[in-house]
């Protein structure tokens, strides 16, 4: 072995390198080439086959096509740039580069249904590898003046040995008097930044976990209201609590809900009578349009009911803008109801011998079979009445969604 590497391997290195030195500008745009060509078939001849990903072949993958590939990057481009302060930087970025791609590209390549267990082993040989890397690179450092000294065949073995561990430390450096020489206020920008990434990610999903905390969503993607869809029960919103074997339900809660009403057309069936866009227990709340024609008093109105009883039945009647969503939100007390529309309070109603009822049987319903051009979405219980600063905070976070489900 050592004579096939001080015969054979040797003189090859050393007339190429010879040769590049000659031709600096030639085998410049040369290795940007192979830099970029190799690692991409490097990573398709390892992550092709399955089942090499733990076993021999995988070794040998990175040793017979990675080892040419930093020789190359060392012949090619290591020389043109040396002297110059930005190789250390060059080189962490491709360096960099080559670790995400192998990444990605196992990711990518593994099938859908690998384990966890799976996922961890090719995380932890990423570490593995990188370990090995960092250790090699304090091994030089500390023994440096005497690997330096090592000359012929020890030394070519050595050179390649420590190659990608010395350029870590050649990145390590760069970045070290990088920071010793960039301002303070440079790190404050540097660090607000952070904070204002991770704000935008983060804090829409902490805003809606805190939001649907002590609710139940009962609809989250948008349904049609041409067609009845049951999409919750009573059972789903009833105390814990109950007395003897039948359940228990709050008379103080709220609904929210949002709906989108196209403009419907004159032959409509919905001229003809009220048509349901949502109805909680026969009318605790309901909602139904009307668009009667020959009478302008009912004509494109929304009917809001508040109750269940069979006395007098309190109702409102209001004209929603067309092909926008809006926020409607019921606030139901002991002794009365709120509305709010788009966040605004739109209506106060007080409750006397007309009380609705709650019985286990009660059905969440939005829509009607041949029903209305238009749809509703986020429909959400809670079991608790909602304060005005909460009501208005929903409705300006998901005003200009579409649909206003996801913050």
């Not at 605004?344 to 286990?360: G, K, Q």
């Given at each position: 072995m050592s004579n096939i590497i001080h015969e054979i391997l040797l003189p090859i290195y050393q007339n190429i390198s010879n040769y590049i030195t000659t031709h600096p500008r030639l085998f410049s745009g040369l290795g940007t080439a192979c830099l970029a060509g190799i690692p991409?078939?490097?990573?398709?001849?390892?992550?092709?086959?399955?089942?090499?990903?733990s076993n021999w072949k995988t070794a040998l993958y990175i040793f017979s096509i990675g080892l040419p590939l930093y020789i190359l990057f060392y012949l090619f481009v290591g020389k043109s740039f040396e002297g110059n302060n930005y190789s250390s930087l060059l080189t962490g970025v491709f360096v960099g580069l080559f670790l995400i791609g192998v990444m990605y590209v196992s990711l990518r390549s593994t099938p859908?249904?690998?384990s966890y267990t799976s996922g961890v082993s090719i995380v932890m040989n990423i570490v593995l590898s990188l370990s090995i890397i960092i250790g090699l690179a304090a091994v030089f450092l500390m023994f440096s003046r005497q690997i330096k000294s090592l000359t012929g065949t020890p030394g070519f073995i050595v050179s390649l040995l420590f190659y990608i561990p010395c350029l870590c430390i050649d990145l390590f450096r760069f970045l070290s008097n990088e920071f010793r020489s960039t301002p303070l206020l440079i790190y404050y920008l540097f660090l607000f930044e952070i904070v204002l990434i991770l704000l935008y990610v983060y804090l829409p999903s902490l805003i809606k976990t805190i939001v649907n905390s002590n609710g139940t969503q009962l609809l989250e993607n948008a349904v049609?209201?041409?067609?009845?869809?049951?999409?919750?029960?009573?059972?789903?919103?009833k105390k814990q609590a109950t007395e003897g074997s039948k359940p228990v339900f709050s008379t103080n809660y709220a609904l929210s809900m949002w709906l989108y009403l196209d403009s419907q057309s004159k032959n409509f069936q919905a001229y003809g009578k009220e048509t349901t866009i949502f109805d909680y227990g026969n009318g605790k709340p309901k909602l139904t349009y009307v668009n009667h024609v020959d009478d302008p008093e009912q004509k494109d109105k929304?009917?809001?009911y508040f109750t269940n009883s069979t006395t007098q039945k309190p109702s409102l009647e209001i004209t929603l803008p067309k092909q926008k969503w809006n926020q409607i939100v019921f606030n139901y007390s002991t002794q009365r109801v709120d509305v709010f529309i788009n966040g605004?309070?739109?209506?106060?109603?007080?409750?006397?011998?007309?009380?609705?009822?709650?019985?286990?049987y009660d059905k969440f319903v939005t829509g009607a079979n041949h029903g209305l051009d238009g749809a509703i979405c986020n429909v959400k219980y809670y079991p608790n009445v909602l304060s005005k600063f909460e009501i208005t905070n929903s409705y300006n976070l998901l005003m200009n969604k579409n649909p206003p489900i996801h913050i």
């Open positions: 991409g078939y490097a990573l398709y001849q390892l992550f092709s086959e399955h089942d090499s990903m859908a249904s690998m049609f209201l041409d067609s009845e869809t049951e999409i919750g029960n009573a059972l789903q919103v929304v009917n809001i605004s309070l739109e209506r106060t109603f007080e409750f006397t011998d007309n009380l609705p009822t709650y019985a286990v």
